[in-house]
Nanobody, 120 residues
């Protein structure tokens, strides 16, 4: 069984910062791409940013210049630094990973989500 557990969400004022973490656990041989998604109230889940195993990153337009994705392959952990947060950014953040288990095969795994609330 492979699990992703997010942490670091919370409440922050407009203009503030948060750092989210997502750690994978279980019988993992390798983790390929990892990413962060967000879902605002009443809206669909959308991609924020993703990162390959070699560290190549890509961002959605709204995240460029304000958010930074990174990972520590030794810890099977992905991070998302959120800066200059705005009230419209209130959302639940989910991490996602493509995992190669020890037994073989390929899994797409989601975390349970962590809520970030930005107040004005």
């Amino acid at each position: 069984q492979v699990q992703l557990v997010e942490s670091g969400g919370g409440s922050v004022q407009s203009g503030g910062s948060l750092r989210l973490s997502c750690a994978a656990s279980g019988r993992i041989f390798r983790i390929n791409d990892m990413g962060w998604y967000r879902q605002a109230p009443g809206k669909q889940r959308e991609l924020v940013a993703d990162i390959t195993i070699s560290g190549r990153t890509s961002y959605q337009e709204f995240a460029k210049g304000r958010f930074t994705i990174s990972r520590d392959n030794g810890k099977n952990t992905v991070y998302l630094q959120l800066n200059s947060l705005e009230p419209e950014g209130t959302a639940a953040y989910y991490c996602n990973a493509e995992v190669i288990p020890n037994k073989g095969g390929r899994l797409e795994v989601w975390g349970q989500g962590t809520l970030e609330t930005v107040s004005s």
